[in-house]
């Protein structure tokens, strides 16, 4: 049974800029009524230049998840019934590539992240430096993480830095960006989560990778969906799943599913001397250095303005179900902010 990918990952190296697109963000959502419009609120209109839209996947609330991020000026897409984690994530890349993205980029609904810091994930990809760009808790501030919670993240981060043979720092990070092309061929074999299975496969494809340092606190409302035993038996199959494809795709017993190996440099760990220092907190981040960087990660308790509506209230195309079907997408036209 194979334990590891099949190579390391190809050396470092830059590719040309992105092309012409907006930058999407959306944000996997279930019962999060009491975070997800705050959230939205946070996502910057802007980065480096390029719009950003906002989407908000609500994976079968029961609440009004829905109602509220659509209020706030996010375009939702609402699942029938909760399908998990890694079907939401699915859809949301799904939705950015039909939007013609240049990044697209994903954070969790419950204040966790903050998506002020778009930039920090998203600057390398805009500039041609990765394709594959993760969010590093453990590089940056975090304000509160359970023990027992900071010992397993530790641990299978250490297992996937294994299995990947790359220095990976935060293996179950929420807060991630891929280029265009990363989000057309990034597959996610099991609908329970994405974390470890995501990274695998771009890795395997090829895809340059990046970790950048980022503040996070743990939720104050709500319930993780994660139960350490449940996580286990569930996300450790998956990622055997995993290697075997892709060793079966070096051509020892290809089967339907093979996937071609790509020849992309890949650009792995943080910026040598990289630090995080705490600032203020601001609607946009500040760029991403080499040298040092700069985390604007406290949450202020603001007022929560409604971002400017995308799409004027037309209606978007809705992206297809990858279990075959058709999400239906509520949609609401927002105020424009206020400055």
């Known amino acids: 049974m194979a334990i590891r990918l099949p190579a390391p990952p190809p050396p470092p190296g830059h590719g040309p800029v992105a092309g012409p697109g907006p930058v999407v963000v959306f944000l996997p959502a279930h019962d999060e009524e009491a975070t997800v419009a705050e959230v939205v609120a946070r996502v910057p209109e802007l980065v480096l230049g390029r719009r950003v839209e906002c989407l908000v996947v609500d994976d079968g609330s029961g609440d009004r998840t829905a109602e509220l991020a659509a209020a706030a000026g996010a375009t939702v897409l609402s699942a029938a019934a909760n ?29 966790e992240y903050d998506p002020a810091e778009l930039e920090r994930l998203v600057g ?21 993480m359970l023990p027992q919670r900071r010992l397993g993240n530790l641990a299978l981060t250490g297992l996937l830095r294994f299995v990947a043979r790359a220095p990976i720092g935060d293996g179950q990070s929420g807060f991630r960006a891929l280029s265009g092309p990363a989000a057309v061929d990034a597959e996610i074999v099991h609908d329970y989560n994405y974390a470890q299975v995501l990274t695998l496969d771009l890795l395997a494809k090829g895809y340059r990778y990046l970790e950048v340092p980022i503040g996070y606190q743990f939720r104050t409302t709500g319930r993780s969906f994660v139960r350490p035993l449940r996580y286990l038996r569930r996300v450790v199959p998956a990622v055997w799943r995993e290697l075997d494809r892709h060793h079966r795709s070096r051509g020892n017993q290809p089967g339907p599913s093979d996937v071609e190996l790509a020849s992309r440099p890949l650009a792995v760990g943080l910026p040598e001397g990289a630090e995080c220092r705490a600032s203020s907190s601001s609607r946009s981040s500040t760029a991403p250095s080499t040298a040092a960087w700069s985390a604007s990660s406290t949450w202020s308790p603001t007022t929560v303005a409604p971002r400017t509506s995308s799409n004027g209230g037309r209606a978007l195309p809705r992206p297809p179900d990858p279990d075959g079907g058709r999400l239906p997408v509520l949609e609401r036209a927002a105020p424009v902010r206020r400055r």
């Open 83 to 111: 399908r998990g984690l890694g079907a939401a994530v699915r859809t949301g890349l799904a939705a950015a590539v039909e939007r013609g993205a240049a990044a697209v980029a994903f954070c969790d609904a419950d204040r």
């Open 124 to 144: 390398p990809i805009l500039e041609g430096r990765a394709d594959y760009v993760v969010g590093s808790r453990f590089a940056g501030e975090i304000r509160r």
